[in-house]
């Protein structure tokens, strides 16, 4: 979806750089990559460091970026321009508990497409000039803080991943534990650690999981996963709403 709306606006100027985030590496993106038939650059972030850096803390997020290298929106929610979001709609019949439970979910999160389109458009028209270019003290104050909590929360999933990428999976464990307890909001921290606990049984699904599959409770390393969590929040409060 991001290529064909690359597609319409390159010639106008812009250019889009997507980045999967993935602490398994290349091989764990590069089916997605392949399938869009990317013509723009498509990065792989094993380490997270866009996130760390840009203060991505969910997916999709977008940063703007404008022809001098200063970003004039930092990172929020970035539903692809155009189109419009189809009507929630039922599970596919047979899909494992856990996935049917991800999609009734998905399906009840709201995202201000509409408003965020307009706004994208209205950039690429304007640049410099567009009323959603922010200037350097607002992206700085949208930014948030990075208080001890953020700092150690980042510090701690970094040794995580290079723990569990060296086989010490128990003291990985340990260490996304603390992320998560750091800043609980951060969702790309919990999904990354979360997709790494799916069971051989979850078989194409495995990249999807993130909670404990039938039978697996027990086993469940975390205090929480995506459908307790964004059932606790409310699906309808998962992304922030576009502001100008």
């Known amino acids: 979806m991001w290529q ?5 606006v390159h010639t106008r100027g812009l250019e889009i750089v997507t980045v999967g ?18 013509e723009h650059p498509s990065l792989i972030d094993i380490n997270h460091v866009m996130a760390e850096r840009f203060g991505v803390i969910n997916i999709p997020n977008g940063i703007w970026i404008d022809e001098e290298g200063i ?6 929610p970035a539903p692809v321009p155009g189109g419009k979001t189809p009507p929630p709609s039922a ?3 047979g899909l494992p508990q856990r996935m049917t439970d991800i999609l009734t979910e998905a399906s009840k999160i709201v995202t201000d497409r ?28 949208r930014s948030g803080n990075r208080d001890t909590s953020t700092a150690e929360a980042s510090a701690h999933f970094s040794l995580a991943q290079h723990l569990w990428n060296t086989g010490q999976r128990d003291a990985a464990i340990k260490h996304f534990r603390e ?6 909001d951060n969702f790309s921290y919990k999904r ?27 086993d469940w390393p ?23």
């Not at 970003?71 to 929020?76: D, N, Q, S, T």
Request: glycine content about 6%; hydrophobic content about 40%; overall charge negative.
């Open 4 to 8: 064909a709306f690359r597609n319409e």
């Open 21 to 38: 985030m993935d602490t398994l590496g290349a091989e764990s993106c590069r089916p997605f990559i392949e399938a869009a038939n990317a």
């Open 71 to 76: 970003i004039v929106r930092p990172a929020e």
């Open 91 to 93: 599970p596919p019949v």
């Open 114 to 141: 509409d408003s965020y389109s307009a706004a994208l458009y209205d950039w690429i028209e304007h640049g410099s000039d567009s009323k959603f270019a922010l200037s350097p003290d607002e992206v700085i104050a």
């Open 179 to 184: 992320t998560h307890r750091l800043q609980p």
């Open 192 to 218: 990354q650690a979360w997709s790494l606990m799916a069971p051989p049984e979850a078989g194409p699904f495995a990249r999807f999981i993130q909670g404990p599959m039938e039978g697996q409770e027990s």
């Open 222 to 244: 975390f205090e929480s996963d995506w459908v307790t969590d964004v059932r606790a929040m409310g699906a309808e409060n998962y992304y922030p709403l576009f502001k100008e």
